[in-house]
């Protein structure tokens, strides 16, 4: 699926102050490209990653998948393409609580109509790739803050939809589980799938196909291979 992000910005009122978090970015996702977004924290980075996933509405500008313009279909429909083609993997794992590591996987096979025998599998070497294979009964709650990043990036991945939007998924890992997580995140790529990388990491961003950067909202400069 390609998204196109057209002058796009994002203004959040703060009493009598006007914040814009993002403003005037436009960008290209084709199909089977790898993107990465880096720049100091605050820079709208985050903020421009919900918008072109189609989780939160800009202030000006408009977003594109494919033919769909996100600011006149239904929230039915965008619903409905968000399931059947996207993936996230936020920052703070968003994990349902009351739901084990394994359950959580699962729900996404669910939601996009795949069968339990196809996510228990996925699950259960998904898990033993990050050596998290006892974990699958654990609640969010007994997880680290890095075995949740796992975790979200696994449910994003699941059922394997074409583009995935990757928030800072190296933060709080040691460097063997974060050259696992870049290795996971190229294969995924290399099967002709989309992601959309936010990072800190200057040496993992460097693996994708274009990098922007990015300073109070408004991208800096890009650079394509």
Known sequence: MTIRVLGVGRKFVLGEREMWAVRGVSFDLNDGEFVAFVGPSGSGKTTLLTLAGGLQDPS??????????????????RALLRSRH???SFQAAELLPRFSVAENIRAAFHLRGRGREEADAYIEEGLARFQMRDLGDAKPAALSGGEGKIVSLLRAAAADPSVLFVDEPTGDLDEKRSKTVISFLQEYHRRGKSICLVTHDKKFARLTSTIYSMDKGKVTASASK
């Open 60 to 77: 000006e500008g408009e977003i594109y998948w494919e033919a769909d313009k996100l600011s006149t279909i239904s929230d039915r429909r």
């Open 86 to 88: 996207t993936g996230f």
